[in-house]
């Protein structure tokens, strides 16, 4: 078997098993839709309103969704040494590694699906360019995955993980959500250079972190 | 060693086809362990013993060149203890490594087994 079919081999289970038990994309759904009802209230209509404000608030509850969903997956595997016994298997840890971000990638996509929705609905926002957004979406939940799993790895054995996770992400992350928050503000307001130029720099983010977890992760869950 | 939310089938499937090995033996496994009809629930679902089996079972459902185990016939029923002294007896006549840790001393009488004493962290008997 190759080293990609064990990937989709575990993504798949993941999604099984989350499809069972929802908890992880449920909980990150309800997050990022309480978050966009809240939005408007809290800056007002007139600022929420506004492609920036309404882009970052989009992505930082999506950072911290992906986290929530990320933690759940791996508490799931901790639960009767699941995770043990698809380490040991050859090929386990980087198959490990590349299944949880594919699959993390697909649930955040759900997730930023029902985000984006309610925002754009809810807050009456102007999409000039949603082909463009759409790619700076895909990127940009490429770019979280392998960060937030990485991250989660990292902080597996630690009792206070669920308090650590988030410290040890952000500023990793903090990047990224630049990235892609101005990305999405330039697609919802027109700037179609801008919102692709963004695009390219998240994909750049994806690839190295994806390389940077394929390095570090094996040995990490040693 | 299963995970949560899939069901038993699923998890040996899983780890059969994940060696690479067709998953046509996980049916006979679940079947040979006694988990024929519980084998498409999730395995939350499962009493402990039955998730214990369920383990177990990947014994036959996989061909796994070397097997660790420690103290696996511990909180075992009488039923559930000759299948795995049996399983394991099949693991190692064909061909497969099988190193057990266990306090008992006759689960594997028969087995053609090497039986090796360790007590206060020294070599008794080999």
Partial sequence: MTAFARIGLVASRELSAERRQPDGVVAAVTFIAVLVLLESLVVGPANAREATVAAALFWIGLAFAAMVVTMRSFDRELEDDALDALVVLPGGRDALFGGKVLALATMLALVA??????SLVLLDLALDLPIHLLLVVVVGVLALAPVVVSDVVLALRLRARAALVPILALPVLVPQLVAATQGAAAALTGD??????????????A?????????LVPVAIE | MLLRGLTARENLTFFARFRGGASDAVAGALADWG???????????????????ASLARLDAEAMPLVLLDEPFADLDEDATTRL??????????????LVATHGHHELDGKGARRVAIAVGGLVTA
């Fill in chain 2, 85 to 98: 002294a049996a399983a394991i007896g099949r693991a190692s006549e064909d061909g497969r490594a099988v």
């Fill in chain 1, 113 to 118: 699906l029902v985000g984006g929705l309610l």
């Fill in chain 1, 207 to 215: 690839v190295v972190y994806t390389v940077i977890g394929l390095t």
């Fill in chain 2, 35 to 53: 988990l024929a009809d519980r084998a498409d629930r999730p395995v939350e679902t499962l009493s402990a013993g039955e998730r214990r089996r």
């Fill in chain 1, 192 to 205: 179609a250079t801008a919102a692709l130029a963004w695009a390219g720099l998240l994909a750049s983010f």
